[in-house]
Nanobody, 115 residues
């Protein structure tokens, strides 16, 4: 059974840092491309970052230089380190992967940044 279980998140003031984790089961994690998305209140879900099986990363422009996606294959886990957080980063964050023609999502984690 495929599961993506998220942890981390919370509330911080602007300029603070948080780290999100997403532990996976049921997939061959080491060959999976992993992604993070977020959804702010009243807005559509948007892509934030992804990391390929070879470690290649990509980010949406608004988080470049502040967020870092990484993976630890030994733990089947992907991370999102978020530094210099801004109020506009407030959203529910989701990890995501495609496996065997299906799309899988984590349960979502609230990140709230106050000014």
């Amino acid at each position: 059974q495929v599961r993506l279980v998220q942890s981390g998140g919370g509330s911080v003031q602007a300029g603070g840092s948080l780290r999100l984790s997403c532990a996976t089961t049921g997939i061959n994690f080491k060959i999976a491309t992993m992604k993070w998305y977020r959804q702010a209140p009243g807005k559509e879900r948007e892509w934030v970052a992804n990391i390929t099986s070879t470690g290649t990363t990509d980010y949406t422009d608004s988080v470049k230089g502040r967020f870092t996606i990484s993976r630890l294959n030994a733990r089947n886990t992907v991370y999102l380190q978020m530094n210099n957080l801004k109020p506009e980063d407030t959203a529910v964050y989701y990890c995501n992967t495609r496996w065997r023609r299906n799309t899988w999502w984590g349960q979502g984690t609230q990140v709230t940044v106050s000014s």
